[in-house]
C-alpha cells in the first residue's frame, strides 16, 4: 500500500501524494466538475455513486488543501477468450489534472502508484475508453503507458415499418423479476455483468435517467435493453446502451417494435466494431455507419502483468457498447 507523499516545486511549495475517500469529496467533486463541465454537487454524487458499486484505488495531489491532481481506478471482472474465469482488471476513471496545475507531469504522479497497486492485486491489465481530449494526453504521456486499440463504433438504425414480433414491455422503472444474464460469446473480451452491477450501472445513477426494455419468459426476464431519449439533429430518437439476452436478433426486433409505437424512428448506438449487438441491429431496422464522429471514444489498454494475454489489444476480439462507457 502506497503511503503519503511529499514533492517540493520550484517555487517552494509542496505537493502531498495520496489515496482519496470520500471524506475528500468536497475537494474531489471540485476538481471534477472544473475538468468535465458538471456541477461540483453532481461530481459528488457521482463520488458516491462509484463507492457504492466499484471497488475503487485512488490517488491525488494536493497543494495544501487543494486537490489539483487526480486518478482512480474500478476493479473489474473481464471475460477472456481461452480462459475460463474471468479475469481481474482495472478501469481507470475521469483522470483529471486542474488547468492552472498542468503541463507538470501530474498525470504520470498519479496513474503511476494506481498502476502499481492494481498490480500487486493481480490485475493482468488497465482497460477503458477515452474520448477525444484524453487520447491525447494518452499518446503524449511517456508513462502512461496505456495502447490505443482504436475507435468505437457509431451507428444509426432507422427503424421500418416492418411486421415486427410482438413487443417487449417498456419502462422508466428498473423491470420486477428475476433476469437472465447469457454468458455471451466465449470469442470476445467482455466487462463481466450480472444483475446487480446492471442494475447499479443504469438505475441507481444519480443524474443520467434510463428506460428499459424487458422480453419475459414466464415469470423470468430472458433479454434485457437499455436505453434513453435522444435529439439526432433535432429528430427525436433514442440511444441504445447496452442489450443483454441469448437471440439478440429476436431481442433487438421485439424492442424495436416497442419504441416505434412510441413515434421514434431513429436509434443511435455506439459499439465496438465487431460486437454481436452492431451485427444484430439489422433485425431492429436498417443501420447506418455514421462515417465521421464528432467525439469518438477509443479503446484502451495496458499489460500489467508478463502474461497479460495478447487479445486485450486486439480491437476485433472487444465486445463492448456505449453503456459499458460511465
Not at 476513471?93 to 486542474?98: F, H, T
Not at 487520447?135 to 490505443?148: C, E, H, I, N, P
Not at 417487449?168 to 454468458?183: C, F, H, Q, R, Y
Amino acid at each position: 500500500m502506497h503511503r503519503r507523499a511529499h514533492l517540493r516545486w520550484h517555487n517552494g511549495s509542496t505537493v502531498e501524494y495520496r489515496s482519496l475517500t470520500l471524506d475528500d469529496r468536497a475537494a474531489w467533486g471540485r476538481l471534477l466538475a472544473t475538468s468535465f463541465g458538471r456541477t461540483p454537487e453532481q461530481m459528488e454524487q457521482l463520488l458516491l455513486w462509484f463507492h457504492r458499486g466499484f471497488e475503487l484505488v485512488t490517488w491525488g495531489a494536493w497543494d495544501g488543501d487543494r486537490l489539483v491532481a487526480q486518478y482512480n481506478c474500478r476493479l473489474l471482472r473481464l471475460h477472456v477468450p481461452g480462459v475460463a474465469e474471468p479475469v481481474l482488471a482495472g478501469m481507470g476513471l475521469n483522470m483529471a489534472v486542474d488547468p492552472a496545475y498542468r503541463g507538470r507531469g501530474l498525470l504520470d504522479s498519479v496513474a503511476g502508484p494506481v498502476h502499481e497497486m492494481i498490480t500487486k492485486r493481480d490485475c493482468i491489465a488497465g482497460v477503458g475508453f477515452s474520448s477525444a481530449g484524453g487520447l491525447a494526453v494518452t499518446r503524449k504521456s511517456s508513462s502512461y503507458a496505456y495502447q490505443v486499440l482504436g475507435p468505437m463504433t457509431s451507428s444509426l438504425v432507422v427503424l421500418s415499418r416492418r411486421r415486427y414480433p410482438e413487443p417487449l414491455e417498456l419502462g422508466e422503472s428498473w423491470p420486477d423479476g428475476p433476469i437472465a444474464i447469457p454468458p455471451g460469446d466465449g470469442g470476445f473480451v467482455r466487462y463481466a455483468a450480472t444483475p446487480a452491477s446492471i442494475h447499479h450501472r443504469f438505475a441507481e445513477h444519480p443524474f443520467r435517467q434510463y428506460s428499459f426494455g424487458a422480453w419475459r419468459d414466464a415469470d423470468e426476464i430472458c433479454g434485457l435493453v437499455v436505453h434513453r431519449p435522444v435529439r439526432l439533429r433535432g429528430v427525436r430518437g433514442v440511444a441504445l446502451l447496452a442489450a443483454y439476452g441469448d437471440d439478440l436478433p429476436g431481442l433487438l426486433a421485439r424492442w424495436a417494435g416497442a419504441v416505434r409505437r412510441t413515434g421514434v424512428g431513429l436509434v443511435h448506438v455506439v459499439t465496438s466494431p465487431a460486437s454481436p449487438l452492431r451485427d444484430a441491429l439489422h433485425a431492429a431496422g436498417t443501420p447506418l455507419t455514421v462515417p465521421v464522429s464528432r467525439n469518438p471514444y477509443h479503446l484502451i489498454a495496458r499489460a500489467l502483468q508478463d502474461d497479460t494475454p495478447p487479445v486485450l489489444f486486439e480491437l476485433d476480439r472487444w465486445d463492448c457498447s456505449g453503456g459499458d462507457i460511465l
